[in-house]
Every structure is written in C-alpha cells, then in structure tokens.
C-alpha cells in the first residue's frame, strides 16, 4: 500500500510540475509575442503644382517673334502661359509695330488700296489695317493651338551645321508639336488664323474680295514665317558677329590742336 501511495504521489506531483511549466511557457509565450500593429497612415500626397514658367519660356523677341532656345527643355505650355505669350505677341513687344510699319510701308508704296491715297492719312489707314489684322491672326491662331494643345513658339534646332538647321527653321513653319512636344502636327491653327485675319481685314479694305485677302494672308504668312525662323535660328550667330565687329572697331581719331 505504502508503495503504491509513493507512486500515486509522485505521478501528482509530476503533473502538478507539468502543469505549471506549461503555464509558465503559455505566459512566457504572451509576453513575448509582439502586440499586432494598426497599419500606419501614409500622409496625404501632395497636390501637384504646375511648373513654373520663367522669361526664357515665354520669350519674344522684337524681330522673330515667339522663340525656344537650345538651353530650355520643351515643355507644354498651360492656359495662363498661353494668354501672357499671347499678349506679348500681339501688344508689349514694340517689334509688332515695326512688322505693322514694314508692311503698311509697302503698301503705301504701291498705293494700295488707292482709295486710302498716297498722303500720311492713307499711310495711318494702312498701318491701322495691318495692325488689326496681326492681333487678328494671333489671336485666332493662339486660340487654336490652345485647343489642340499646339506649341505656339519656334524652337531653335537641337542640331549642328547649316543646312540642318535652315531645314528644320523651314519647316518649323508648316509643322508644330503636339502637347507631347516631341510628335509632329500640321500647322493648321497658324493658316486657319493667317486666312481668317485675311478676310476679316478685307471686311474694311475698300475694293477688295475676301478671298483675295485672305489668300494675301497665307502666302505672307508662307514667306514671312520662313524668314523669321530663319533669323531666329541663327540670331545667336549674327548677334555674336554683330558684337565682336563692333569690340574691334577702331577708337575714333581725335582731331589734332592748333597751336
């Protein structure tokens, strides 16, 4: 009986022993066990701004016109960048008054129309006319290439040699980007303005049909438009050379006292 209660005994007590290991394990086991953590927040992203536009983005210049230098990445222009391009095309840039002048110019040469005469009062008519319908055309053209998300502005060849960047000036004028600025689109918002300013000149020009006028304005715009980006791609090259000759020019000889 003895030994049989010792075994019992010792059966208990190892279980109780057991038992509290076990316990102690699963306490040991919570304790340790990281606490779950509630994801963490992310902070609300920021609105993204639109960049912003400097002087050499929105450059005219007075003979030229609307320009991209090399140095300036192309970059689609926004709704308000288009307005101040436009208002610097069409008034703040005095080289529109002499484009107004060279023009009105040759029409006072050729006394046309004739109803407006020869004298300074035909020659005010004329430059009148001709102003109207340059503010005409850039706003119809400005218009238009803001809807279709058309670049307004030549951009200088990134290119070397004469040939390829007389080729790219002359075509600029027929072909423009898109809002990708790198897929080339026909310019048709250009001719479209250059016509309608035409016709609606014609409205106010004695004597003259509509589609005469506005033929005018498409083949003026043909040889102007080549010209100026002509210019204004190699305008770095003739202001450089302009400046160099007039460093080197010769001080002017002072005339010898008399004694």
């Not at 210019?231 to 000759?245: D, L, N, T, V, Y």
Request: positive net charge.
């Amino acid at each position: 009986m003895k030994g049989a209660a010792h075994k019992m005994s010792t059966i208990v007590t190892m279980g109780i022993l057991l038992a509290a290991a076990g316990v102690a394990a699963a306490q040991t086991g919570e304790t340790s066990a990281p606490a779950a953590q509630e994801p963490a927040q992310r902070p609300p992203s920021p609105t993204p701004t639109p960049p912003k536009s400097n002087e050499k983005e929105i450059n005219v210049n007075w003979l030229y016109g609307a320009y991209i230098g090399k140095d300036v990445p192309l970059r689609s222009l926004n709704n308000h960048e288009r307005v101040q391009l436009w208002i610097k095309q069409s008034f703040t840039t005095y080289g529109i008054y002499l484009k107004t002048g060279f023009f009105a110019g040759i029409d006072q040469a050729r006394n046309d129309p004739a109803a407006w005469g020869p004298h300074w009062a035909g020659f005010g008519k004329r430059y009148l006319s001709h102003q109207g319908q340059f503010v005409i055309q850039n706003s119809l053209s400005d218009l238009g290439d803001g809807l279709l998300g058309y670049e307004p502005r030549y951009d200088r060849c990134r290119c070397d040699g004469f040939w390829p960047r007389l080729g790219h000036a002359a075509a600029r004028n027929f072909v423009t980007y898109d809002r990708t600025e790198t897929k080339k689109r026909l310019q048709i918002p250009l001719y479209l303005g250059a016509f309608g300013a035409g016709v609606i000149q014609g409205t106010w020009t004695p004597n003259h049909d509509l589609l005469t006028t506005g033929s005018r304005g498409v083949v003026t715009q043909v040889g102007f438009g080549v010209l100026a980006n002509s210019i204004g791609e190699f305008w770095p090259e003739i202001e450089r050379i302009w400046k160099h000759k007039k460093n080197k020019a010769p001080p002017a000889q002072q005339a010898p006292h008399n004694k």
